[in-house]
């Protein structure tokens, strides 16, 4: 992600995140490094790499990695898990790498955090090989998480809005829309793909846990009044068991290349 204050929350909250939230995104964490082509020796850049599930996965395939992010509380997670891997500061709209220095390049659920996506795509765009493939995934319309949303439902009427969180997911909501954004700064071949990632949490207790876990939403439950947070997280724990404990992902990948220069 982008310096700034969409930041913050991350510096602040990732703990949960490898332990909580990544299990549940390992498919579509797996899915986007098959569609980025990752192979022995393949030079690939994960961009907002956050607790390093992408890089991990990439690398295990043989790519060379490199991860890099904005939140330095996120980078410490990732390399706490992976310290082999080489991951480092850096923000997207201002990438420390030359022209053309990787093969592919990987954003997973990021797309929606950069202040100025047009900015850190045509830095993803800069940093391809030409012929190289940057894919990104984002949420689709339809995630079901019923428990989730009850949860949140209870949390907002104690004072954790949403109103700050500066995300943009509407585009990405829209293939059109986010295929366009891809255009803009220089891809070809656009193309986006909507694919569908199920499972279950194990109990309620899990499942109030990844409700609470993202790191925008462990912000919003800080500003609740210490004397009412308790009782917001019991009330929120009674609805999260009335509801279904599954959930079902809906992500959008898209892909595009970096043409080939005529010659």
Same mark, same amino acid.
């Given at each position: 992600? #982008?310096?700034?204050?969409?930041?913050?929350?991350?510096?602040?909250?990732?703990?949960?995140?490898? *332990?909580?939230?990544?299990?549940?995104?390992?498919?579509?964490?797996?899915?986007?490094?098959?569609?980025?082509?990752?192979?022995?020796?393949?030079?690939? %850049?994960?961009?907002?790499?956050?607790?390093?599930?992408?890089?991990?996965?990439?690398?295990?395939?043989?790519?060379?990695?490199?991860?890099?992010?904005?939140?330095?509380?996120? %980078?410490?997670?990732?390399?706490?898990?992976?310290?082999?891997?080489?991951?480092?500061? $850096?923000?997207?709209?201002? %990438?420390?790498?030359?022209?053309?220095?990787?093969?592919?390049?990987?954003?997973?659920?990021?797309?929606?955090?950069?202040?100025?996506?047009?900015?850190?795509?045509?830095?993803?765009?800069?940093?391809?090989?030409?012929?190289?493939?940057?894919?990104?995934? #984002?949420?689709?319309?339809?995630?079901?998480?019923?428990?989730?949303?009850? $949860?949140?439902? =209870?949390?907002?009427?104690?004072?954790?809005?949403?109103?700050?969180?500066?995300?943009?997911?509407?585009?990405?909501?829209? =293939?059109?829309?986010?295929?366009? =954004?891809?255009?803009?700064?220089?891809?070809?071949?656009?193309?986006?793909?909507?694919?569908?990632? *199920?499972? *279950?949490? #194990?109990?309620?207790?899990? $499942?109030?846990?990844? $409700?609470?876990?993202?790191?925008?939403?462990?912000?919003? %439950?800080?500003?609740?009044?210490?004397?009412?947070?308790?009782?917001?997280?019991?009330?929120?724990?009674?609805?999260?068991?009335?509801?279904?404990?599954?959930?079902?992902?809906?992500?959008?990948?898209?892909?595009?290349?970096?043409?080939?220069?005529?010659?």
């Amino acid at each position: 992600m #982008a310096a700034g204050n969409a930041v913050r929350p991350y510096d602040t909250y990732p703990a949960d995140y490898a *332990s909580v939230l990544d299990p549940t995104l390992a498919g579509a964490a797996e899915r986007l490094v098959e569609l980025a082509g990752a192979r022995p020796g393949m030079r690939l %850049l994960d961009l907002a790499t956050g607790t390093g599930a992408v890089a991990r996965i990439a690398a295990d395939k043989g790519a060379s990695v490199v991860g890099v992010d904005a939140s330095r509380g996120m %980078l410490s997670v990732a390399r706490r898990l992976s310290p082999d891997l080489d991951l480092r500061l $850096a923000d997207a709209r201002e %990438l420390p790498f030359k022209e053309g220095e990787f093969e592919a390049v990987t954003c997973g659920l990021s797309v929606t955090h950069f202040g100025d996506c047009d900015q850190a795509l045509r830095e993803a765009f800069r940093v391809l090989r030409e012929g190289g493939r940057f894919v990104a995934s #984002a949420w689709g319309q339809g995630v079901g998480t019923p428990s989730s949303a009850a $949860a949140m439902e =209870v949390v907002k009427r104690y004072g954790a809005t949403e109103s700050d969180s500066g995300l943009d997911e509407e585009t990405w909501f829209d =293939v059109e829309k986010g295929s366009e =954004v891809l255009r803009r700064a220089g891809f070809a071949d656009v193309f986006a793909r909507t694919e569908r990632f *199920s499972g *279950s949490f #194990a109990d309620v207790d899990e $499942a109030l846990k990844w $409700a609470s876990a993202w790191p925008v939403r462990a912000a919003r %439950l800080a500003r609740i009044n210490r004397s009412d947070r308790d009782g917001a997280m019991a009330e929120a724990r009674e609805a999260v068991a009335a509801r279904d404990l599954t959930w079902r992902f809906v992500f959008t990948f898209y892909l595009g290349h970096r043409p080939r220069a005529s010659r």
